[in-house]
């Protein structure tokens, strides 16, 4: 067997369906585009048409078959809405991301019951809905994958963690809660921790030299996150390759989390 074919055997996503909300930008753009380049059909799902529509113009001159749907995420009704709309495209997913986020963090005796609403509606909410309209299916199916994208804040407070940090915790509790579940049918679900990484997301710290400067400093490496950094991992965990690994936490953060 040449190396070649024992990678795709792996490796390979050719034949698969992915899911990836938060895809048009940040990490959830590196993503979709790591899960295409693997072979999957990527519908992704974002609020931005701009962007969708961008980003899928980008994965098609690669070569890619992707699509968009363009959705509002933080209530009930939008991802229902949208997880139906995603589903007519291509077909039952059989990969689900959750990247889509928001990031309000005021300080924690300022933070308004709006502002926690709408940080579990979108970070915590909408995974979860995402899942029981998905994850059955996968495990009658005999074989999905799921994939959060979390945070340091899932892990310990700085920088004004606030509800942030809580949905984010909660949300990895969520991934291990979905493993116990549906990992007996082949479905894994884990999910990726990243460090500081420079997209929209982070616009209050990334404009603050001082602040990047620090911050890469405490990883391992010497440098912050780019989206690029989480192509392999998310389609090691979106492959067979990954078919013994659930319920985890997998820091892809340069050794932020251990300096």
């Given at each position: 067997?040449d190396s070649q074919h024992y990678l795709?055997?792996?490796?390979?996503?050719?034949?698969?369906?992915?899911?990836?909300?938060?895809?048009?930008?940040?990490?959830?753009?590196?993503?979709?585009?790591?899960?295409?380049?693997?072979?999957?059909?990527?519908?992704?799902?974002?609020?931005?048409?701009?962007?969708?529509?961008?980003?899928?113009?980008?994965?098609?001159?690669?070569?890619?078959?992707?699509?968009?749907?363009?959705?509002?995420?933080?209530?009930?009704?939008?991802?229902?809405?949208?997880?139906?709309?995603?589903?007519?495209?291509f077909g039952e997913p059989d990969i689900?991301?959750?990247?889509?986020?928001?990031?309000?963090?005021?300080?924690?005796?300022?933070?308004?019951?709006?502002?926690?609403?709408?940080?579990?509606?979108?970070?915590?909410?909408?995974?979860?809905?995402?899942?029981?309209?998905?994850?059955?299916?996968?495990?009658?199916?005999?074989?999905?994958?799921?994939?959060?994208?979390?945070?340091?804040?899932?892990?310990?407070?700085?920088?004004?963690?606030?509800?942030?940090?809580?949905?984010?915790?909660?949300?990895?509790?969520?991934?291990?809660?979905?493993?116990?579940?549906?990992?007996?049918?082949?479905?894994?679900?884990?999910?990726?921790?990243?460090?500081?990484?420079?997209?929209?997301?982070?616009?209050?710290?990334?404009?603050?030299?001082?602040?990047?400067?620090?911050?890469?400093?405490?990883?391992?490496?010497?440098?912050?996150?780019?989206?690029?950094?989480?192509?392999?991992?998310?389609?090691?965990?979106?492959?067979?390759?990954?078919?013994?690994?659930?319920?985890?936490?997998?820091?892809?953060?340069?050794?932020?989390?251990?300096?």
């Amino acid at each position: 067997m040449d190396s070649q074919h024992y990678l795709s055997e792996l490796f390979s996503l050719e034949g698969r369906i992915a899911l990836v909300t938060g895809g048009s930008s940040g990490i959830g753009r590196g993503i979709s585009e790591a899960l295409a380049r693997a072979g999957a059909r990527v519908v992704i799902v974002a609020r931005k048409e701009a962007e969708l529509a961008a980003t899928v113009e980008e994965l098609s001159a690669l070569g890619c078959r992707a699509a968009r749907v363009s959705a509002d995420l933080s209530t009930r009704t939008g991802v229902r809405e949208a997880a139906e709309q995603a589903a007519g495209v291509f077909g039952e997913p059989d990969i689900l991301v959750n990247c889509a986020g928001v990031n309000l963090r005021p300080p924690m005796s300022e933070l308004s019951e709006e502002a926690w609403d709408s940080t579990m509606a979108l970070n915590l909410d909408a995974p979860f809905l995402l899942g029981q309209r998905f994850g059955p299916a996968m495990a009658e199916r005999g074989f999905g994958r799921i994939i959060h994208i979390t945070s340091q804040q899932a892990h310990r407070a700085f920088v004004q963690s606030g509800a942030y940090g809580v949905s984010k915790g909660a949300l990895e509790s969520l991934a291990r809660s979905q493993a116990e579940a549906w990992s007996p049918h082949g479905v894994t679900v884990n999910t990726l921790v990243p460090g500081f990484v420079m997209t929209p997301l982070n616009q209050r710290l990334s404009s603050d030299p001082d602040k990047v400067a620090a911050l890469a400093a405490r990883t391992l490496t010497g440098r912050n996150g780019l989206a690029a950094d989480f192509a392999g991992a998310a389609v090691f965990l979106a492959s067979t390759a990954s078919a013994y690994v659930t319920g985890q936490s997998i820091h892809v953060d340069g050794g932020f989390s251990v300096h």
